[in-house]
């Protein structure tokens, strides 16, 4: 397992952009796939961007699509989430989370071993 921390979320306005960022460390992180999750109150847990070990392969849920980017800079050990036009909808605690070594990247909560503690993130309307 690898040791994650998020940070950059807050309050926004309905419109604006956050950039959520997710630290690994304890671990391997360049053969690892990585995902982002979100979870609202009183919803489960759900995928929003997941990206492969060399940042060449990407995934959204459909929501996000043209709206959310994610990136990773594996010298730095990072994985980004850039959300842009954020919508009241997208309020949700955001968790970063790795595969294990050289499994490819999912949208399934399960297949993930490794979780941050989340990130907050409100928007206004």
């Known amino acids: 397992q690898v040791h994650l921390v998020e940070s950059g979320g807050g309050l926004v306005q309905a419109g604006g952009s956050l950039r959520l960022s997710c630290a690994a460390s304890?671990?391997?992180?360049?053969?690892?796939?990585m995902g982002w999750f979100r979870q609202a109150p009183g919803k489960e847990r759900e995928f929003v961007a997941n990206i492969n070990w060399s940042g060449g392969v990407t995934d959204y849920t459909d929501s996000v699509k043209g709206r959310f980017t994610i990136a990773r800079d594996n010298a730095e050990y990072t994985v980004y989430l850039q959300m842009n036009s954020l919508k009241p909808e997208d309020t949700a605690v955001y968790y970063c989370?790795?595969?294990?070594?050289?499994?490819?990247?999912?949208?399934?909560?399960?297949?993930?071993?490794?979780w941050g503690q989340g990130t907050q993130v409100t928007v206004s309307s």
């Open positions: 989370a790795a595969r294990g070594p050289w499994y490819n990247p999912t949208t399934i909560r399960d297949d993930y071993d490794s």
């Open positions: 304890g671990g391997t992180f360049t053969d690892r796939a």
